[in-house]
């Protein structure tokens, strides 16, 4: 019952965060532009770059990762003693720039899901137990599509980002001429 609570809460959490990252690169965005234009064309839209490429290659890893959730999410061990595959998950945490105190994001770490694996009876199979069953690996295919959705609209939302800050670096140079 607590892994079923546990998985709802993750889902919740993530249909969250679909909406919510890309909310806050827009109000990054407009934080951006509202400074001078002396600034704008400085330090701040490059920070804004900055926050937003690391953003784009942590949200690449992780669909990177995912993907190879997907891909093996068949693959069982060749025989009964050996294990399945192990779902992956991927860890972000936050750094910081010492150049310019930017906060950014990164790859903290590529962890493998503990969870059960799912056991299914099929005495047939080469990699059975004694009693007939299989052990399939922990990977959800529904979770891992939609954790590949958000990791995409996350990726997106980092990609406009980035257009906003050039083109708003564009018409500060510009207002400056």
């Excluded at 804004?48 to 290659?57: E, F, I, Q, R, T």
């Excluded at 050039?166 to 001429?177: E, F, H, I, T």
């Amino acid at each position: 019952m607590k892994s079923e609570i546990s998985n709802q809460e993750l889902k919740i959490r993530q249909l969250k965060s679909c909406f919510l990252f890309p909310v806050l690169c827009f109000l990054l965005a407009i934080s951006c532009f509202l400074f001078s234009a002396s600034s704008l064309a400085g330090g701040s839209l490059k920070q804004a770059l900055a926050v937003s490429a690391s953003g784009m290659k942590a949200e690449s890893e992780r669909i990177k990762v995912i993907t190879e959730n997907i891909a093996n999410s068949d693959t069982t061990g060749l025989s009964p003693t050996q294990e399945p595959y192990r779902r992956k998950t991927v860890f972000f945490n936050q750094i910081i720039d010492k150049k310019t105190g930017t906060k950014l994001v990164n790859v903290k770490r590529i962890g493998v899901d503990n969870s059960d694996f799912k056991i299914v009876y099929q005495p047939n199979h080469p990699a059975a137990d004694e009693a007939g069953y299989v052990k399939y690996p922990n990977v959800d295919r529904m979770m891992e599509s939609m954790d590949m959705r958000e990791a995409q609209r996350n990726y997106e939302a980092n990609i406009t980002a980035i257009e906003i800050t050039k083109g708003m670096m564009d018409r500060s140079l510009d207002l400056m001429r």
